[in-house]
Every structure is written in structure tokens, then in C-alpha cells.
Nanobody
């Protein structure tokens, strides 16, 4: 499995960005894919994830109402639309995949990592 993240950049507080993660190589239709982030000096944390089977989504509390995760199965791509960005959203964002939403989100059992993309929110 290969995951290729893109879309990071510099944005002012209150602005928006859309991250993309192109996925390939899945041999099963049952998996979960999502985003983690790591800010300087902090541990990596889960941001959001989505199940391939029922499109069930999860979000960490700090991004609820501002971020939206989605997939385009025809393009094998996952997106993270980030609105009303705050300085505390500054981090390297990583796409990740696991065998189920429970394992990926609850257990942080990541089977595959993509490379990171830097999001900087600053005026």
C-alpha cells in the first residue's frame, strides 16, 4: 500500500486548506484511512478517519465542525477539508491506513503511513 499526501502550505488564521491523500495497493475492500498530525514538541495525534465499508467518520474534538474528511473512490483519494484554521492546527499532517476504523482510530494500529505534509497557520 502506498499513500501520497499533498496540499499543505501556509495559511492565515481563519483560512482554509484541503489536504489530499492518493492511495494505491489495497488488496481488501475493508479498511480505514485517515489523518494524523504532529506539532513541534508534541506527540502525534489522530485528526480524523473514515471507514471504507460504511463511510463512518470520526474526528478529534478540537477539529469537529471545522474539518471534513471524505473520499473519492473513483480516484482512490482521500481528502481533508480544513476550514477556520487556527494556529494550533500547525503541524505535519500524515495520512495513514489500517485494517479497520476501530483499529486505526481506537488502537492507533496504523498499518501504513504516507509521508507528511506541513500545514502552517500564521499571520
Amino acid at each position: 500500500v502506498q499513500l501520497q499526501a499533498s496540499g499543505g502550505g501556509l495559511v492565515q488564521p481563519g483560512g482554509s486548506l484541503r489536504l489530499s491523500c492518493a492511495a494505491s495497493g489495497f488488496t481488501s475492500d475493508d479498511y480505514a484511512i485517515g489523518w494524523f498530525r504532529q506539532a513541534p514538541g508534541k506527540e502525534r495525534e489522530g485528526v480524523s478517519a473514515i471507514s471504507s465499508t460504511d463511510s463512518n467518520t470520526v474526528y478529534t474534538d478540537s477539529v469537529k465542525g471545522r474539518f471534513t474528511i471524505s473520499t473519492n473512490n473513483a480516484k482512490n483519494t482521500m481528502y481533508l477539508q480544513m476550514n477556520n484554521l487556527k494556529p494550533e492546527d500547525t503541524a505535519v499532517y500524515y495520512c495513514a491506513a489500517g485494517s479497520s476504523l476501530f483499529r486505526l482510530w481506537r488502537l492507533k494500529a496504523v498499518s501504513y503511513w504516507g509521508q507528511g505534509t506541513l500545514v502552517t497557520v500564521s499571520s
